[in-house]
């Protein structure tokens, strides 16, 4: 699944919950991670405080 970072310590994460696509919300402060909530649509990332514009794709670059 994919992984999404924002500033702040924003992180969105493509996952399987309850044979769902969702995507979760969570935020990294102080070395601690604070689950901030589920998403079934991109469009309700707004609601947890995540900008699109700001998102940055989190992932190996073993293609190269």
Request: net charge negative.
């Amino acid at each position: 699944m994919g992984q999404w970072r924002g500033p702040d310590g924003i992180l969105v994460e493509a996952i399987i919950l309850d044979d769902r696509p969702m995507l979760r919300v969570s935020h990294q402060v102080n070395g601690r991670t604070y689950l901030r909530g589920y998403c079934a649509t991109v469009s309700e990332l707004s609601t947890h405080g995540v900008d699109l514009a700001e998102l940055v794709e989190d992932s190996a670059l073993d293609h190269l």
